[in-house]
């Protein structure tokens, strides 16, 4: 801890950007800035690059546990972000984010503190078997699944079905009952003070947060170190986001197959036409460029990426 994290929290959120109030930007990852089906980001890393040299932060906000998103922060040029893990339960804060005084547990060996303001997953495995058993319910948790299972329901390889299955914050689980015992689930867990919502293929357990309350106990931090509130903006395909779209100032609601409504009631939300990062960029494009009058610019071209180069 030392006493400039302000300033180099300055570097990070307001940098040559200062015409510009400033700007957060909260994103999902599958189905939004990753392809639902390949993790494929490339149409979104014109603009990944833009809002870096922009110095405005784009935080990952997902389902995804802590392991899983360390390596994809990396990959994606995140490492000086924040991050939402386990949509909610966990959310973790490089140096600049870092307060001397709120935050008084070490950071880990990678520079992180973690937080974690939702109940620990033992205590939600143990209600999940309590409640299975009241209820005759019939599900199968993560946690009491093998590797194999998980890679299975997930496609991933053996290293990334490993870091899904290190949780901290949440339980997922496959629902292999009925509608009616859906039902009870919900409302035993609602009196609990657990929450049921839905992911991408499987349902989540957990505390009473959800990446929209997440979202905001990050502007709270940016409002602790820097005195004033930003402007944010949230990103998401899914019923899992719908708590987030509802707590940004703007929102992107990214076209998905997945067949679910995603009501939101508030003035400032943009439904997109392409799916995945092809309407991440859409998104972030309506709001920047039409909407917050940032100059046109069309960032593959001006700075290709390496890996984009089939496209010029
Ligand atoms: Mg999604």
Request: charge should be negative.
């Given at each position: 801890m030392n006493g400039k994290q302000g300033d180099a929290m300055g570097d990070a959120t307001n940098g040559p950007a200062l015409n510009k109030p400033p700007l957060l930007i909260f994103t999902d990852l599958d189905g939004s800035l990753l392809d639902h089906d390949t993790y494929d980001w490339q149409p979104a890393s014109g603009w990944l690059s833009?809002?870096?040299?922009?110095?405005?932060?784009?935080?990952?906000?997902?389902?995804?546990?802590?392991?899983?998103?360390l390596a994809l922060r990396e990959e994606l040029g995140l490492i000086q972000t924040p991050?939402?893990?386990?949509?909610?339960?966990?959310i973790g804060l490089p140096p600049s984010w870092?307060?001397?005084r709120l935050d008084r547990d070490p950071a880990?060996?990678?520079?992180?503190?973690?937080?974690?303001?939702?109940?620990?997953?033992?205590?939600i495995r143990r209600r999940l078997d309590v409640i299975r058993e009241r209820h005759d319910l019939r599900f199968r948790r993560m946690g009491e699944m093998s590797l194999e299972e998980v890679r299975e329901l997930t496609g991933l390889g053996a290293a990334a079905t490993e870091q899904a299955?290190?949780?901290?914050?949440?339980?997922?689980?496959?629902?292999?009952d009925d509608e009616v015992k859906l039902g009870k689930l919900h409302?035993?867990?609602?009196?609990?003070?657990?929450?049921?919502?839905?992911?991408?293929?499987?349902?989540?357990?957990?505390?009473?947060?959800?990446?929209?309350?997440?979202?905001?106990?990050?502007?709270a931090r940016f409002q602790a170190l820097r005195g004033y509130r930003p402007r944010?903006?949230?990103?998401g395909d899914g019923p899992n986001d719908l708590a987030l779209l509802a707590a940004t100032d703007m929102s992107v609601v990214i076209a998905a197959g997945h067949g679910q409504p995603m009501p939101l009631e508030k003035p400032c939300v943009y439904r997109t036409r392409a799916h995945g990062p092809q309407g991440w960029s859409e998104g972030v494009s309506h709001w920047l460029?039409?909407?917050l009058g940032w100059e046109t610019e069309f960032p593959d071209e001006r700075q290709a990426p390496e890996n984009d180069a089939g496209d010029n």
């Open positions: 833009r809002l870096e040299r922009e110095a405005v932060p784009v935080i990952p906000t997902t389902s995804k546990t802590r392991a899983e998103l991050f939402i893990a386990e949509n909610g339960a966990v870092q307060h001397a880990s060996p990678d520079g992180l503190v973690v937080k974690t303001p939702s109940l620990d997953v033992d205590f299955m290190t949780r901290e914050g949440s339980e997922p689980l496959v629902w292999e409302e035993t867990l609602r009196i609990d003070g657990l929450h049921l919502t839905r992911g991408g293929r499987f349902w989540h357990v957990m505390g009473a947060v959800d990446k929209g309350q997440a979202a905001e106990w990050l502007v944010t903006l949230g990103l460029q039409k909407e």
